[in-house]
Nanobody, 122 residues
């Protein structure tokens, strides 16, 4: 069992930055692939980024490459999402998720956090 708690969301103006954190419970964090997803009002949950258990494999949604960076610190049981040059269309609830296995862009993750709101104003 893995419990995930996101933090770092908030309100920012367009062009600003935020860093989201996701703290995981349990001693097996380093064995999980971690992902970030987001969901805007009235839209489906969509893939943002994911990182393998070792941190050597990373994948981003094509539309976010160059602005978002995912990283992890297995010693701290934490995964991060650095978001730069934010745009109003990035406004959403951001969720972190964990799965055992390879990176996937599908919502096929076993564990989910409660989400953190990110609001970007123009």
């Amino acid at each position: 069992q893995v419990q995930l708690v996101e933090s770092g969301g908030g309100s920012v103006q367009a062009g600003g930055s935020l860093r989201l954190s996701c703290a995981a419970s349990g001693r097996t964090f380093s064995s999980y692939t971690m992902g970030w997803f987001r969901q805007a009002p009235g839209k489906e949950r969509e893939f943002t980024a994911a990182i393998t258990s070792s941190g050597r494999g990373i994948r981003y949604a094509d539309s976010l490459k160059g602005r978002f960076t995912i990283s992890r610190d297995n010693a701290k049981n934490t995964v991060y999402l650095q978001m730069n040059n934010l745009k109003p269309e990035d406004t959403a609830v951001y969720y972190c998720a964990a799965r055992q296995g390879t990176v996937t862009i599908r919502v096929d993750y076993n564990y989910w956090g409660q989400g953190t709101q990110v609001t970007v104003s123009s």
